[in-house]
């Protein structure tokens, strides 16, 4: 099953590079995502249930946080450090980062290899 949702995600990041939903496109991303190499451990479908629930709220949090930013200016800045969550796949490591660069308060500047994130935040306030 979560080879099938591998399959997806590289097919829904080939629409979004190309943006064409063409018969011609759609067999070349089908084509390309079948032959791009595959990890033995593709993670448990808990795990990608979960990823895409979080995508799915980060949709309207996005709008929330957008119109915020307009109306009330964040003017300060921080750069901290998170933990990716254990046992994560390339694929569920992808998407944790997606869903933290797709709201416009925060983006993943770098991902280490000792399994941190360094997240640009905008704030309101300092933080004391």
């Known amino acids: 099953m979560t080879g099938y949702l591998n399959i997806l995600l590289r097919l829904a990041i080939w629409f979004l590079l190309t943006a064409d939903f063409g018969i011609a496109n759609i ?4 084509c390309v995502a079948l032959l791009l190499p595959r990890r033995a451990s593709l993670g448990s479908l808990k795990d990608w249930l979960h990823a895409i629930g979080e995508i799915i709220i980060a ?3 996005a709008f929330f946080e957008a119109i915020e930013i307009m109306v009330r200016p964040h003017r300060y800045e921080a750069i901290t450090m998170e933990h ?8 569920l ?6 869903v933290i660069t797709f709201t416009p308060k925060t983006i993943v500047l770098k991902y280490h290899e000792e399994g941190l994130y360094e997240v640009h935040r905008i704030e309101r306030r300092k933080k004391s």
């Open 84 to 91: 990716v969550k254990p046992q994560r796949t390339p694929g």
């Open 93 to 98: 490591i992808f998407l944790d980062i997606f």
């Open 27 to 30: 067999i070349i991303g089908v």
């Open 59 to 61: 949709i309207p949090q």
